[in-house]
């Protein structure tokens, strides 16, 4: 049998999209279903437990936004939020992470988002859960670690797929387009490469690691030729 990466959601385009490119690639691919809960540690356990012989890694993308600023969303959101957020990464860390950690080998891949450290108001609980994912990730690596089991976590971009959540609290998704210095936001898929490459041995480097992979949207500002840069500083300098 094939070594098996496992996805645990599905609802997002670009677990979607990661779902096609590994088994064009020639990886078995399990998906957890829908009507397993991923909070639900037990339940969680009895379904992984008919792939541990042959886990090789697993995939967990962050959870749909649920949009609303912090006034004005519903009390039985900030339970989802909670549950699909940092609890049911906890589960997913601790189900699999003891798998992997028994055949001293594997890797954990949260696919996240740059809200783990760039929250907007109308994201603000999924904002929330993306920078208690990104802090689990650190501690996995620092208890799993030494088991041979690697973590990552990916902050990827803002994607042409990703619901509006402009505020007046976050400028982030005001000029999208303008904010990459391709000029071109990326679609689903466009991770799929780094994704493949985490899962190879090259990658241990990087185990522990928060990836900020957004094509440089959270740190560009402008576009500045170098010679324009040049006589900026010479400005400043003669001032």
């Not at 540690?41 to 600023?69: Q, R, T, Y």
């Not at 898929?189 to 780094?194: F, R």
Request: charged content about 20%; hydrophobic content about 40%.
């Amino acid at each position: 049998m094939k070594n098996i990466i496992i996805i645990t959601d599905l609802r997002g385009p670009d677990a979607q999209s990661l779902l096609s490119h590994l088994e064009e690639t020639g990886w078995q691919v399990q998906c957890v279903p829908e009507s397993v809960c991923l909070w639900d540690e037990e339940a969680l356990s009895k379904w992984a437990a008919p792939f541990s012989e042959n886990l090789e890694a697993v995939v967990h993308p962050a959870p749909p936004a649920i949009c609303g600023s912090v006034m004005d969303i519903a009390k039985a959101d900030w339970g989802l939020a909670r549950d699909e957020g940092p609890m049911a990464a906890w589960c997913v860390a601790k189900v699999f992470g003891g798998i992997m950690r028994e055949k001293r080998r594997g890797s954990l891949i949260f696919l996240n988002s740059i809200h783990a450290e760039k929250p907007v108001g109308m994201g603000y609980l999924f904002s929330m859960g993306c920078g208690a994912v990104q802090m689990l990730c650190r501690e996995f690596n620092q208890d799993y670690g030494t088991a041979n089991v690697r973590s990552f976590f990916v902050q990827r971009g803002i994607s042409s797929d990703d619901p509006d959540l402009r505020s007046d609290v976050s400028n982030v998704y005001f000029g999208l387009d303008m904010r990459y210095p391709q000029r071109q936001v990326p679609s689903s898929g466009s991770l799929n490469g780094l994704i493949s490459f985490l899962l190879t041995d090259e990658a241990w480097p990087l185990s522990g690691s928060d990836l900020r992979a957004d094509g440089g949207m959270t740190m560009f500002y402008n576009h500045r030729s170098q010679m324009e840069g040049r006589d900026y500083f010479e400005r400043l300098l003669k001032e």
